[in-house]
């Protein structure tokens, strides 16, 4: 099918942007990498009159360390997140994640600000930014303002963001030193969506865990914090034990998973087990606990 009629504009500033959104109310689309949004208007499952072509707005386009923090601006490309040393060093979670990112030419016109925004049920990104709990900057006409990343991701593909708003950063807090990570999931091929799949973060200290974070994605309409997996961790020994624990606290948490044809919601309930598990035991390695 073909798009619906609309109309284009370019902008090469966020004010600008966020005038033309200002003025068109509802009846306006930002466009970024175009990955997700090309399909639904050439579906007619998206009708805007006017296409925000946020391409062009250099000011977008970025990586880089801020007060310790990594601000990525919402039209980097999933590819220039990728290549990027800093979020390499300083956050190899989300530069792992990244690679799990579909194939490499979604990722070189997918953008860091289309994947927060889409907020797909399966997507990495909104995962990892609720494991490492980023904050996401969001600019309107005459203003601007943070949500965390907790209060962000409201559902399947809803997010916080009103009409008339663009998500220009997203900042991702500094790790704190010794702190362990995981991202793992299940495809059916390499660059598929996950079917299931968790990041985790873990540090330990003296022998005991101390602090856990456990987002599966995949399983639920927006990631998923298995807060009772991370409280029935702290002061354990890192080892199977703890990780069969929070395995069975992620399970019950995916209470009603998707099913549909590539798997069954019980089947997606068993995986997110399974990896939650796996993951625990990766990032306790990566902690330099031995479990
Ligand atoms: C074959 C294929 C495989 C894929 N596999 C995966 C995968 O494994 N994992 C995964 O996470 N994704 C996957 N994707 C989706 C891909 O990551 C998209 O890039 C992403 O979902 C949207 O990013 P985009 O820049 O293309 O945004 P667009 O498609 O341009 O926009 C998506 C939505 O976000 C809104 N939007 C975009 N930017 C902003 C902004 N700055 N502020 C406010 N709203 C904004 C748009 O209005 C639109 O509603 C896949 C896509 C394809 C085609």
Request: glycine share 10%.
């Amino acid at each position: 099918m073909k798009p619906p009629v609309f109309e284009y504009a370019s902008p090469r500033s966020v004010a600008e942007a966020a005038a033309l959104l200002g003025a068109h109310g509802g009846e306006a689309k930002l466009l970024a990498g175009g990955q997700s949004l090309m399909p639904l208007l050439a579906m007619r499952l998206a009708r805007p009159s006017l296409l925000v072509d946020l391409g062009r707005i250099a000011e977008l386009d970025y990586v880089r360390d801020d007060g310790g923090e990594i601000a990525i601006g919402a039209m980097a490309t999933k590819t220039t997140v990728e290549r990027s040393a800093l979020v390499r060093e300083r956050q190899p979670l989300f530069h792992h994640a990244t690679r799990l990112i579909g194939h490499p030419q979604i990722r070189n016109r997918g953008t860091v600000g289309g994947s927060m925004a889409q907020a797909d049920p399966a997507a990495e990104y909104p995962a990892a930014a609720l494991a490492l709990g980023a904050t996401m900057r969001i600019a309107r006409e005459g203003g601007e303002r943070s949500v965390e990343a907790a209060d962000f991701f409201l559902s399947a593909l809803t997010t916080a963001l009103e009409p008339g708003e663009v998500l220009t950063e997203v900042r991702l807090p500094r790790l704190a030193p010794g702190t362990g990570w995981s991202v793992l999931e299940v495809s059916r091929r390499h660059g598929d969506f996950a079917i299931a799949g968790t990041a985790v973060t873990l540090s330990v200290e003296a022998g005991r865990i101390a602090s856990a974070r456990i987002v599966l994605f995949g399983v639920a309409p927006s990631p998923l914090r298995v807060r009772a997996g991370e409280e029935a961790l702290v002061g354990e020994r890192p080892g199977p034990a703890a990780w069969e624990l929070a395995a069975e606290k992620a399970r019950t948490a995916a209470e009603e998973p998707l099913s549909d044809p590539h798997a069954s919601a019980e089947y997606r309930r068993h995986l997110a087990a399974v990896l939650v598990a796996r993951a625990l035991t990766e990032a306790a390695r990566r902690a330099g606990a031995s479990s």
